[in-house]
């Protein structure tokens, strides 16, 4: 079936009481822009009304359940709603996201300082996301933002793009039983090893997505970095990672607690709640014996000029 069109808005149009400034980004599903009210500024995502795939509506649910949650580490719901033949959302406006940030550093890697901190308020997303039932199924770099400079946030870390959400509880708060087989969801290079031979995935599938983030943002790169294309072999990959010299390979450079943290993960089974405290803890023993120092982040110590170039080339909320 051949892809809608994308409705364009043009600078200046009004959508409700929303003033479109810039086009920030296009992805599948819609495109995003820069829009003001009053003087402040948001994004404005939008997706075709005829979609099959209605991301937009997974997206407004998760944040409105997230803010009633008091969660911290996601974007405010504005507003939402139809205009033309499109839904739009109206969000927080945030900074670049991790991947880009990541690849404008040296060795395109996070010093060991930031990359802990950073990978704590990225797990501590995961576990306010799990706390009202949902699922990320494709937690990576670019699905994370610092929050806006002008903000005072460039130590703050937003979860972005709930698209492939999938509530895990039902109505009741009861478990959704497993499918006997699942579609891959997610992105090949973070995706767990149950997304490859099509299990349910669960909690800890997304843990293992986190760790897999966090090994990269730690030494610059994963083992498989060049194979995204080839799915199959990415699996393999994985597989040889939990042992001996596949092990080595995947956490040269990395803090021995990423080891633990892996063998814990992969030790949980489908209905098991994970200890987020646990990890949290790890992390901070890493810190520790490290002589870490968390702030500041890398980027709050690199030229402005690096944060203003990635405001251009960062689409985090677009997908």
Not at 5 to 23: A, T
Not at 84 to 92: A, D, P, Q, R
Not at 253 to 275: A, N, S
Request: with cysteine.
């Amino acid at each position: 079936m051949a892809q809608l069109e994308l409705i364009k808005l043009k600078v200046g149009e009004k959508i409700d009481r929303w003033i479109v400034e810039d086009k920030l980004g296009e992805g599948g599903f819609g495109s995003v822009y820069k829009v003001s009210h009053n003087d402040n500024i948001f994004a404005l995502k939008t997706e075709n009304l005829n979609e099959a795939v209605k991301v937009l509506k997974m997206e407004v649910y998760v944040l409105k359940m997230a803010e009633k949650n008091k969660s911290k580490h996601f974007c405010k719901c504005e507003d939402s709603g139809m205009y033309k033949s499109m839904l739009y959302i109206v969000m927080t406006l945030v900074g670049p996201c991790l991947q880009d940030l990541r690849k404008e550093l040296p060795g395109q890697k996070l010093s060991i300082g930031c990359a802990l901190s950073v990978g704590i308020q990225c797990l501590e997303a995961i576990e306010e996301l799990h706390a009202i039932g949902f699922l990320h199924r494709d937690i990576k770099p670019s699905n994370y933002a610092i929050g806006r400079e002008e903000l005072n946030e460039l130590r703050r870390i937003y979860i972005l793009d709930f698209g492939m959400c999938r509530k895990y509880l039902d109505e009741d708060n009861k478990f959704r039983p497993p499918r006997k087989a699942a579609g891959f969801r997610g992105t090949v290079r973070y995706a767990p090893l149950s997304c490859h031979i099509r299990r349910e995935t669960c909690r800890k599938d997304d843990i293992e997505s986190w760790l897999y983030q966090q090994i990269e943002m730690t030494r610059g790169a994963l083992p498989w970095r060049s194979m995204d294309d080839k799915r199959d072999d990415v699996a393999m990959y994985k597989e040889r990672a939990r042992y001996d010299v596949g092990l080595r390979e995947l956490m040269g450079g990395c803090p021995r607690e990423y080891i633990e943290i892996l063998r814990y993960v992969d030790g949980l089974r489908f209905y098991d709640k994970p200890d987020y405290n646990k990890i949290y803890k790890l992390l901070r023993r890493s810190m520790t014996v490290l002589h870490a120092k968390e702030y500041p982040y890398d980027w709050e110590t690199t030229p402005s000029q690096m944060l203003k170039s990635l405001r251009s080339l960062c689409k985090s909320n677009v997908k």
